[in-house]
């Protein structure tokens, strides 16, 4: 099965899981796992940062970040598309008390003039405005890189204008290695950055807040408060030390197969992919094949070996990842002309969608 649903299926490699088993563990709670802290000290100075903390998943650092960075009542901003607002289970608000006002932004990038109006007015009768959240890579909104400058300016306003600033790092890496800039060059435009080690750099389970010794200090109370204190964790980031160590540059792999999957599927007439605005490891494309939805032709593909995400509609995602080869790219693309060719509109419904990971 060549599966292109997300790049968080990847499996550890044999050198990973080498790396696991041979880690050196103790209990991370108590501070004495020295595999998790070299992770944690690794991180914060590739990051330029003063420290960082070890977590479950990208969903609980980023809770882990917000919590951090308010307090009930206050409010944060995000573009509309941003996983934290849509797809973490309402957690702002269930985990901090904390409200999401989710603004429209060009492919998901939040800029000044998106921003310049939105803090409320230091009134009794509105909530404090906050947080900025941006998301780098942009999920759903497209895959799409920020510009340097543009997080630089988002950051020097929202210091102006005393709002804190967080980073939904989710496929962080892919953003360095597209763009360009350095990890720290990024880091330096947040108060804290939420990375995923479970997605591009194809590490088991895992992510990472990085921020100020005094926030991570905060953020480690929150940890434990989310359920996410870990023992002998020491096994899983092994496979994080190992994936910063061989797995950040070969993204450029991924990217360089997104391309050519987005060229190829623009060729095939009922598709309309773009090839230039494929930026990373995500490809978007659209059904206009009469009639046939994402869903439907997921459903289509499936029987062909091939698995792609619905995203709603007539929408579809791939995500490229270290399990894919060029030729499994060779072999969707052909794959979805044959299903485009075929017709589709007869497959039963398997899922709604959207894909969000």
């Not at 959240?133 to 204008?161: H, K, R, S």
């Not at 080690?197 to 194809?202: D, I, V, Y």
């Not at 439907?296 to 792609?308: F, N, S």
Request: proline content about 4%; overall charge negative.
């Amino acid at each position: 099965m060549i599966d292109l649903r997300s790049d968080t299926v990847t499996k550890p490699t044999p050198a990973m899981k080498q790396a696991m088993f041979d880690a050196d563990v103790g209990d991370d709670m108590m501070g004495e796992d020295p595999t998790v802290n070299r992770l944690e000290t690794m991180v914060a100075e590739m990051l330029g940062k003063e420290a960082a903390v070890f977590a479950c998943s990208g969903t609980q650092s980023n809770q882990m970040g917000v919590r951090v960075n308010c307090v009930p009542g206050d409010e944060l901003l995000i573009n509309d598309t941003g996983h934290i607002g849509i797809f973490e289970a309402g957690g702002p608000a269930v985990l901090s008390g904390v409200t999401v006002r989710q603004l429209g932004a060009p492919k998901g990038m939040l800029s000044i003039d998106d921003l310049i109006w939105q803090p409320r007015v230091s009134d009794q009768h509105f909530c404090r405005t906050r947080l900025v959240c941006l998301e780098n890579t942009t999920n759903i909104a497209g895959g799409f890189v920020y510009p340097l400058e543009q997080m630089q300016q988002v950051a020097g306003w929202a210091a102006d204008n005393d709002l804190r600033m967080h980073l939904d790092g989710a496929r962080f890496f892919n953003a360095v290695v597209a763009a360009g800039y350095s990890a720290a060059e990024m880091a330096a435009c947040f108060d804290t950055i939420s990375i995923c080690f479970s997605k591009g750099l194809g590490c088991p389970m895992g992510s990472v807040l990085v921020g100020t010794a005094k926030d991570m200090q905060l953020a480690r109370r929150v940890r434990k408060m989310l359920g996410g204190a870990l023992r002998q964790s020491g096994i899983v980031a092994a496979a994080a030390i190992y994936a910063l160590k061989n797995n950040v540059d070969r993204l450029q792999q991924d990217h360089d197969n997104a391309t050519l999957l987005a060229t190829k599927l623009a060729a095939i007439d009922g598709i309309d992919a773009c090839p230039d605005a494929t930026e990373s490891n995500l490809v978007f494309f659209e059904i206009n094949a009469e009639p046939g939805t994402a869903v439907q032709l997921a459903a289509a593909l499936k029987e062909r070996g091939v698995r792609m995400g619905p995203m709603g509609g007539q929408r579809m995602r791939a995500a490229t990842h270290l399990d894919i080869s060029e030729q499994d790219i060779l072999t969707a693309a052909d794959a979805v002309r044959t299903c485009v060719e075929k017709g589709f509109a007869d497959q039963e419904l398997v899922g709604s969608g959207p894909y969000s990971k």
